[in-house]
């Protein structure tokens, strides 16, 4: 029990960063299944830590109804962007999204009353907990790989692959997209709020580019195949750094490296390289 | 059924159809041929919604086409399939055919949520019939292969089994035997005429005069965007119009010195 | 009043513009997103001043080193980025994805090797002279910007439509099967591109960071959102687009920091960018139109 305690004084921000990457890898491999390249994640998840924050500081709201607001507040923004966003293609979106991550940000920084500006929001109440991370990320699990199992799975495959063939069998393939962008939203909604809840303090800088950097390359590590990739990913890309000697402080170089290889060399992401691996193997074992 | 009253289509300047009108019935095989770039897969991606006119309305039981998001034209049951071949190639026959089956299922969210018994047994249901078309094309043992493995002859099966799930009233079929030795053409020739007479309506382009010839009641002739003929083989056969758009008109010069 | 706002927009019209002529060419020829344009136009900035700085050379020298630094880095861009992904037939948005990857690279390169403070120019370096022309006063440095921006600029038109190479990039553009059926040397001549580019996009980091006598690790950031806006206003690919899109974006900002504040300026190219995107994807001379009925 003592070897417990103290392993968690040490290490329980690592822990909880785990879990609340795994969520954020999470909402970004739902859209990258269905062929959609969203770089808006990160203000998503801004939009989520600042509503959670908000609620806990200001008012008595209680933590879970906090979290689902920021889960909420999210997706909602994300519907009403979705319909038009969700029509362009391929670099177009990327590039709207990165966009809006942009302009997320500028507005935070300039609602100072409100968000504190610049400033960020401080002395956010410690609530989260290995519990609430674990609980989320395990219904976040489970409704995913419902999902990936079911004909709702299937059809979002379909729109990855080929999007008007799918819409010409009778599925109508923007709602499918703009569901699908909106439950993402909602997750990286929660990992902020939950995320908040265990790093003190938030700011505007905590949810641009270099974040966005970061659930993307957890997310393409990962690859677009299972649910699983993604929690390999964000387990592979939150450790990395610090199991690499103190390396900490370069995580953003570390991502960004990762993406550039990855992309190049295993572009389906690292679970595509394990099963080609270990088909290779067996191939060899059976000779 | 399906009504095609004065359709125009232009493409910044370039008129690809010119004032067609055209009118489908509900039962029996109807070709629509004419030269490349008469405009003939402009009319099906016109009907299916991907495009909309310039001018002039479809409709089809009544209820206008025109403007209707794709999707929804599939649902009130017109389906087709591509010239270039558009299976999901990293998908099994059977998953292929299952996203064709699509919603209409009506599982709700909570089904996917909760693996219910209802739910499982309309899954296995539908399983059921993606099997029976499967076998329909003549399939059904590569069920669960990639369809990228198969032969272009077997992916155009694939396709029509696709467009089959969706349970439609017109099939609209764009270039069917194209890549098919004549075998092939004969079997699908067969399986076309099978259709035909399941109380299914089916619109056919092809370049193949005897595939055409062979299986349609009606053709309609197509050439630079205009309706130039229409009516049975024979009368297509013997029309000078169309005979004119496909080989040309007889512009031998005399001869100087005669023979 | 009026005539000095002019004349800032023109200068900084300029250099988005430059900016922009790069991040669109490589868009046009090579069909790439590339996101690390704002990262190479950072690279400029600090090269130029790290010349001054360190080499104590005059500012006309540091522009040319900033050019051969951006230039060698634009080549290395599509040797190991482009010409592999090439190779492998990679996915069409692989390239947007991997440049994003080099554009946090060389950002915490920096950052970690100079620092993340803002770095500024010796101000004995800096031309403070002014001259005046009517109402308006600009300095000397404005007017070596401008000249230094439309010069370039003039000989990319010029190049692209005079010389072979010009030639050959147009063609590339429509077609690589086609061009290199003719016999173009396709693979040297992506590399070219992205040299140039990047050459465009370096001069821009010098002179803005002339401009606004601020040298930070994340300057190309904010720039290359502005790029993005720019050359979705005037049609990705267009080189036309792209200047005319810059020179907006320039009287835009410069006009709205005047009349409305200066807080929301960069939201100016957002909102411009938001707009235009879900309004007409092509933008004003774009090629790739969308598909919808």
């Known amino acids: 029990m003592e070897l417990l305690e103290s392993f968690w004084a040490t290490y329980s921000t690592l822990v909880l960063s785990v879990g609340t990457n795994v969520l954020l890898a999470l909402s970004i491999y739902l859209t990258l299944a269905c062929g959609l390249l969203t770089v808006g994640n990160a203000a998503f998840m801004g939009i989520g830590a600042y509503t959670a924050a908000l609620f806990t500081l200001k008012t008595s709201t209680p933590f879970v109804f906090a979290l689902l607001l920021g889960a ?129 303090f938030i700011s505007p800088n905590e949810y641009g580019f270099e974040r966005g950097v970061e659930i993307l390359a957890m997310g393409v590590l990962g690859g677009a195949g299972s649910p699983w990739g993604a929690v390999i990913g964000a387990v592979l890309i939150t450790l990395l750094p610090e199991i690499l000697r103190g390396l900490g402080h370069y995580r953003p170089l570390i991502n960004g490296v990762i993406l550039i290889v990855i992309i190049i060399y295993s572009p389906r992401g690292i679970w595509d390289l394990l099963r080609s691996l270990r088909w290779s193997a067996r191939a060899r074992a059976a000779n | 059924m399906l009504t095609l009253s004065s359709i125009s289509k232009n493409f910044a300047g370039l008129q690809v159809l010119h004032e067609v009108s055209l009118a489908v019935p509900e039962r029996g095989i109807f070709g629509l041929i004419g030269p490349n770039g008469a405009g003939k897969t402009t009319v099906f991606n016109l009907i299916t919604g991907l495009l909309m006119p310039t001018a002039g309305t479809i409709e089809f039981f009544g209820q206008r086409l025109d403007g209707m998001a794709p999707h929804r034209v599939t649902r009130s049951g017109i389906a087709r399939t591509f010239q270039n071949i558009r299976v999901f190639k990293e998908m099994t026959l059977l998953e292929n055919v299952l996203v064709a089956m699509g919603d209409r299922a009506r599982f709700s969210m909570l089904g996917v949520l909760l ?105 309609a002739v197509l050439n630079f965007g205009r309706l130039i003929a229409r009516g049975t083989p024979d009368e297509i056969r013997a029309d000078p119009g169309v005979i004119e758009a496909y080989l040309g008109r007889d512009h031998a010069p005399e001869p100087v010195i005669q023979p | 009043m009026l005539a000095q706002q002019i004349v800032n927009a023109i200068s900084l019209g300029g250099v988005y513009a430059l900016f922009a002529l790069g991040f669109t060419l490589v868009f046009g020829v090579l069909n790439v997103v590339n996101l690390a344009h704002g990262a190479i136009f950072m690279l400029g900035a600090y090269a130029a001043l790290q010349t001054v700085l360190q080499l104590r050379l005059p500012l006309l020298a540091s522009v040319f080193v900033a050019m051969l630094i951006t230039g060698a880095a634009g080549w290395l861009v599509d040797y190991l980025i482009f010409a592999p992904l090439r190779a492998r037939k990679a996915p069409h948005l692989a390239p947007l994805i991997a440049t994003i990857g080099l554009a946090i690279v060389l950002t915490s390169l920096v950052e970690g090797y100079f620092g993340p403070a803002n770095l500024r120019f010796p101000l004995e370096v800096l031309p403070v002279e002014t001259l005046s022309i009517g109402a308006a006063r600009i300095t000397w440095l404005e007017v070596r910007i401008i000249f230094l921006a439309f010069l370039l600029m003039g000989v990319l038109l010029w190049g692209l439509k005079k010389t072979r190479v010009g030639c050959a990039l147009r063609a590339l553009a429509e077609s690589p099967k086609a061009a290199a059926l003719l016999g173009v040397d396709v693979e040297g001549l992506f590399r070219v591109t992205s040299m140039i580019a990047a050459v465009l996009g370096g001069v821009a980091g010098v002179l803005i960071a002339l401009y606004t006598n601020a040298v930070f690790p994340h300057m190309g950031q904010s720039m290359l959102h502005k790029g993005i806006a720019v050359v979705i206003l005037g049609g990705m690919g267009d080189i036309r687009g792209a200047l005319l899109g810059g020179f907006f974006l320039g009287f835009a900002e410069v006009f709205s920091v005047a009349y409305i504040g200066s807080t929301m300026r960069d939201a ?13 994807p092509q933008g004003l001379f774009g090629k790739a139109a969308q598909r919808r009925a």
């Open chain 1, 72 to 200: 909420l507040l999210p997706a909602l923004v994300a519907l009403a962007i979705g319909r038009p966003t969700l029509r362009l293609s391929g670099v177009y979106l990327a590039m709207a999204t990165l966009a809006f991550g942009e302009i997320v940000r500028i507005l935070i920084l300039n609602a100072e009353n409100l968000t504190g500006g610049a400033l960020g929001l401080n002395a956010i109440p410690q609530l989260t907990d290995a519990f609430e991370v674990a609980l989320a990320i395990a219904i976040t699990l489970y409704i995913l790989l419902r999902l990936a199992a079911s004909r709702i799975g299937l059809i979002m495959a379909a729109i990855c692959q080929d999007e008007t063939a799918t819409d010409l069998m009778g599925l109508n393939v923007p709602a499918y997209k703009l569901f699908v962008f909106v439950l993402g939203a909602a997750i990286a909604g929660l990992a902020g709020g939950l995320n908040a809840h265990f790093t003190f």
């Open chain 2, 115 to 219: 693996p219910l018994l209802a739910y499982r047994d309309a899954e296995r249901r539908e399983r059921q019939a993606a099997c029976e078309l499967l076998s329909r094309v003549g399939l059904l043992d590569k069920a669960n292969f990639f369809a990228g493995t198969l032969s272009y002859g077997e992916q155009r099966r694939l396709e029509i089994a696709r467009a089959l799930a969706t349970q439609p009233k017109l099939l609209l079929l764009d270039e069917p035997a194209a890549g098919m030795n004549s075998v092939e053409k004969q079997q699908l020739m067969d399986e076309i005429v099978k259709l035909g007479n399941a109380n299914l309506s089916i619109l056919i382009i092809d370049h193949d005069m005897r595939f055409i010839m062979g299986l349609c009641e009606q053709i």
């Open chain 3, 268 to 280: 100016v190219a957002f909102g411009l960018l938001f707009a235009i995107l879900l309004l007409r």
